[in-house]
């Protein structure tokens, strides 16, 4: 089992719809949690961190149910501007110190 | 603006060559940097973390050997794939810890021919 899994995609999508996205983690001890977006042959770049009593941030709100180990993404009024790859990011520690950990990522394609 | 620089973007090169590629912490320094690898389609994977003035950790079923990572100060560390092959074609990627938010390079795209 992938430590982090997530629904490939792509998403597709018509401009204005809500879309959510889900992402589950097989490590129990994961602390921190994330999204990332990363645009086509970009680096990843934080999108919001989530957290247990759930957070928003405009059009985005991120979930995480550490009892089932799922995090979620939802994205409201979609925007063609949001058509990226977005990442599910895990946060655990190593012997080196902080480690994350990328879900496959999750490919949404927003239309006019 | 820009925390993390990574040099070149792009480089092709000829199989059996050696390729060094550059990452720099631009807004603070930085003791420890990671070095992941994307191939397409595909999710970042570890490859190692550099430690400034150690030696790296590699991640299970990476060669130290062939991966080879000098951190030499608190802004800078570099990563050579020696004797490239074309399976080492990928997105090599630099992040470096910020507080609790981790920065990632823009990115080095590497061709073997």
């Known amino acids: 089992r992938k430590e982090v899994e997530q629904d490939p995609g792509p998403f597709n999508v018509p401009e204005g719809a809500t879309v959510a996205f889900n992402c589950t983690y097989s490590?129990?001890?994961?602390?921190?949690f994330f999204w990332y977006r990363q645009d086509c042959r970009k680096e990843p770049k934080l999108l919001m961190s989530?957290?247990?009593s759930g957070n928003e941030d405009g059009r985005f709100t991120a979930q995480l149910n550490r009892a089932s180990q799922y995090i979620s993404l939802l994205i409201r009024d979609s925007k063609l501007s949001d058509s990226a790859t977005y990442l599910c990011?895990?946060?655990?520690?190593?012997?080196?110190?902080?480690?994350?950990?990328f879900g496959g990522g999750t490919r949404l394609m927003v239309k006019p | 603006g820009a925390v993390v620089s990574q040099h070149p973007s792009r480089v092709i090169c000829k199989s059996g060559t050696s390729v060094k590629i550059e990452c720099r912490s631009l807004?603070?320094?930085?003791?420890?940097m990671f070095w992941y690898r994307q191939f397409p389609k595909k999710s970042l994977m570890l490859m190692a973390t550099?430690?400034?003035?150690?030696?790296?950790?590699?991640e299970q079923g990476v060669e130290k050997d062939k991966f080879l990572i000098n951190h030499a100060s608190l802004t800078l560390s570099t990563l050579t794939v020696t004797s490239a092959h074309p399976e080492d074609s990928s997105f090599y990627i630099c992040?470096?810890?910020?507080?609790?938010?981790?920065?990632f390079g823009p990115g080095t795209r590497l061709l073997v021919l």
């Open positions: 989530v957290y247990s």
């Open positions: 807004d603070f320094q930085a003791t420890t």
């Open positions: 990011v895990i946060r655990g520690v190593n012997n080196a110190g902080n480690m994350l950990t």
């Open positions: 992040s470096v810890l910020g507080g609790e938010t981790q920065y």
């Open positions: 550099s430690n400034e003035g150690s030696k790296a950790t590699y």
């Open positions: 490590n129990s001890a994961s602390q921190s």
